[in-house]
């Protein structure tokens, strides 16, 4: 077999065999197909798609690419969450600690920034000293003693999807259902967890922009995960603008911070009370959605959810000072305000573009080996719906070098439209596929 003559099939729109897509993971994973082959696939699996069998089979290759994780030593049943990706999500930074607070086992395998889309681990690297690169054998044991750890790719887990998702990072084939699909589900399968619940994006933020397609993709994930016996839900949310306001790593952490200090935005609290309720749910640590949010609340309220995350945090070697002084967070040496032109309702905000806000400031990567920087990003003080009169602040932006702001604030410029008429804040969760 030769990957030369797949890329050809699947140019020419060809349906790929089990054989040969397991062929092209081990092939891939090994070394012996180089990026350049694996590139050319990636850009015609873009155009020509995969169908259900291909996915399948691409998902059930990459889980088996390496390490298969047996959690079977932790105690009770185990709970997983992933994010399809968006702008300014950072829901795992506070629905971990607000499920673990409740003693549900989290153990979450979660992934970097991919495209205009931030990575909770690279939110979490805001933290001194702080890793996801732990043993399965800390792993296991921080999920048992305090309820939650997050791991990265690099304990063998996946690594097909792990050198996958950077490569198409870096060459535009990330909006794709069936590579989101596998790429997602594969890193679920090979986590071990019983109950996933994913939380899949829809709009101008997320790489599925029409809710048709986001439909798709979550009925497409549940599927895999119920075919692979796992307790499966998806939450479509609302990604046609920023979640929360704060989108940059540590500013997100900020954010989250506030959040779990019952001061966060109210959006990003009710995602992560919904994505939580089918998590305490699926684990039988309660009987109904209704139980399980007021005790989610509740965690917010008698900080037990912060408490838990600083837990966390030290856990994995990381300083939790900034959890209760966020000033010591990495910051940002220019900062500067964006004022408002036009008068209006805001009518909608180009999420991606405020992704790419973030990453022109050096919030993400350019390239494979960019270095991130943590401090810098932005925060919105206008979301769609808002009222906006000429001179308001629309966002300021956080910024260490003179040249990326400028190109920063050139590209904000295009972002926000408005309304004379008055517009409806939108519906926050589209819907709920079980
Ligand atoms: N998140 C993932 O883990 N993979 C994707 O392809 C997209 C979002």
Redesign the pocket.
């Known amino acids: 077999m030769r990957m030369y003559d797949l890329i050809m099939k699947k140019r020419n729109g060809i349906v790929l065999t089990q054989e040969e897509i397991n062929f092209m993971v081990e092939g891939f994973t090994n070394g012996s197909i180089p990026d350049y082959q694996m590139s050319a696939m990636m850009m015609a699996i873009y155009f020509r798609g995969m169908n259900e069998d291909e996915t399948l089979y691409l998902t059930m290759a990459m889980a088996h690419s390496g390490d298969i994780l047996d959690l079977s030593r932790i105690n009770g049943l185990k709970a997983d969450k ?4 968006g702008v300014g999500d950072k829901t795992s930074l506070v629905l971990g600690p607000m499920v673990a607070a409740l003693g549900v086992p989290v153990a979450k395998m979660s ?1 970097r920034g ?1 495209g205009h889309t931030g990575g909770t681990i690279d939110k979490l690297e805001s933290f001194e000293g702080f890793s996801v690169d732990i043993s399965t054998e800390d792993f296991i044991k921080n999920v048992n003693s305090i309820k939650m750890a997050i791991i990265g790719q690099t304990a063998d887990l996946a690594p097909a999807d792990k050198k996958l ?1 950077a490569l ?1 990072d870096v060459t535009a084939t ?1 909006d794709n259902m069936s ?2 699909a596998s ?2 589900m594969s ?1 679920k399968l090979a986590a071990g967890a019983d109950t996933i619940v994913l939380d899949v994006k829809t709009g101008s933020g997320a ?1 599925m922009k029409t809710e048709e397609d986001s439909f798709a993709l979550a009925k497409e994930m549940v599927q895999i995960g119920k075919g692979a016996g796992r307790n499966t839900v998806a939450i479509v949310s609302d990604m046609d603008q920023p979640l929360g306001y704060a989108v940059g790593n540590a500013l997100e952490v900020k954010e989250a911070i506030d959040t779990l200090n019952g001061e966060g935005s109210k959006e990003l609290l009710e995602l992560c009370v919904t994505l939580g309720s089918y998590m305490l749910v699926g684990t039988k640590n309660a009987a109904t959605i209704e139980e399980a949010r007021e005790k989610l609340y509740q965690t917010i309220e008698d900080k037990s959810a912060l408490n838990k995350f600083a837990e966390f945090i030290r856990a994995q070697g990381g300083n939790d000072a900034p959890i209760f002084d966020t000033s010591l967070l990495p910051n940002a040496s220019l900062i500067e305000e964006i004022k408002a032109t036009t008068q209006g309702y805001v009518e909608h905000i180009i999420t991606d573009e405020i992704g790419i806000v973030s990453l022109i400031l050096g919030g993400g990567r350019e390239t494979k080996e960019s270095e991130i920087d943590l401090g810098v990003g932005l925060v919105l003080h206008k979301k769609v719906g808002d009222y906006v009169n000429i001179g308001d602040s629309l966002a300021t932006i956080y910024a260490n070098d003179k040249d990326k702001l400028q190109a920063a604030k050139e590209r904000f410029k295009k972002t926000y439209s408005f309304t004379n008429e008055k517009k409806e804040k939108p519906k926050f969760i589209k819907g709920i596929v079980e």
Do not use: A, E, N, P
């Open positions: 992933h994010s399809t990706g992934g991919l998702y198409r990330v590579l989101i790429s997602i890193k790489f």
